[in-house]
């Protein structure tokens, strides 16, 4: 019994552990080992798309932080795609075109089919050479687009995805979560893409070149995450890119936040399981370590976690000695900085068994009711929070 706890235990923790601390060593302070061969030096045209289902209360902050940024508005296009919204999200949208200096559209749809139908609806109307995805409540740092663009220098590049950072101040106990879990994952997604490519890609900016990207799966959702992977299985690198920062909003509930995660998470599962195959083709460092990696830690480590729970109870109860040396350890995470990665390891694991649960079921949730809190917050600050991990 003490042997299976102690080998679950092993791969349980230390395989995550061994991996982040590995990457954060080996990889996160390396370059992105960009060839650069094209000459950039006239910014391409850009065209973003932005799904919309009853925005009404941001687009016009949306399409306003789009105007801001510092890429030239004679080389930008915006397509707000709206997906039947029952709210004035259209109008609000033409009418800020039609004010504004910024060349703009709505394809406004009948009924909601689905973010990824929509999105292919974009693709197909787009113009420019690159085509930037940006989900509706989400802001970008002013040089963020500009930042994006300028990894097509290289040919290899296929997609590129921008870093997280919540918005606000973080005051309730999810935000704080949030908060740890972003900070150990955005330096995962860097150091992933400075040796390869990162398999999760974010929805709130995500650029590709147009005539490379083969459109949205519409049966399954994780849009970004299986785009991303696309583009890797097509031979390119998928990117996500230190300098180019956006900011999203936390749900302030726990309970809320827990809902969210588990979509994404159930999205990330059918992307990652629609490219399975990439597991054994073991032809570059992204399937050889990268991918196999991350596919332990959404998919097969939170099955161990229950497992866990149990040896580790069950020998408790047996053994005073055990449940002392348990109690031991778990005090001096509670009283380190591990406290912050315990409680992330911890939430992601529940998060991402729950998630399984509902795959399992059935239940695919290609299209969702929005997060109402996240769409009443402050603007994101002017400048960007110092990059820590
Ligand atoms: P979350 O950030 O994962 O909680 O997802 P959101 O609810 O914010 O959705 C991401 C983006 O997709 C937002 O801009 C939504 O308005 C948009 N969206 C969601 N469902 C649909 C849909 O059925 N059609 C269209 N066109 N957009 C959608
Ligand atoms: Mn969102």
Redesign the pocket.
Known sequence: MFIAWFAISVVHFGVPLFYFFGMRRNAYRKNYGLNPVRDFATEPTVTVV??????EGVIRRKLEDIARSDYPASKLEVIV???GSTDKTAEEAWRYFKASGIRGTVLE?SQ????ST?LNKGLKHATGELVCFS???CEWDRDALRNCVKYFVDPQIGSVSGVHFEKGSRKALSQEVEGSYRSIYRMLRIAESKVHSTPVAE?ELQLFRTSQMPGFDTTIGGDDTCAALCMVEKGFRSISAADVAFY?PTPPRLSVRFR?KV??GQHVIQAFWKHRKLLVKRDSSFTRLIFPMEFFLYILNPLLFPFWLATTAVLAALSFQFALFIGVVALAIVLTPLSRVAITHITNNLTMLTALVREARGDKQL??N??EE?RKDERAPEVPPVQTV
């Open positions: 932005v799904p919309t289902y009853n925005e795609v709206d997906g749809q909601r089919l689905g973010k929509d989900d509706a409540e929805g999203e969210q979509r994404r299209v969702w929005k997060i996240n």
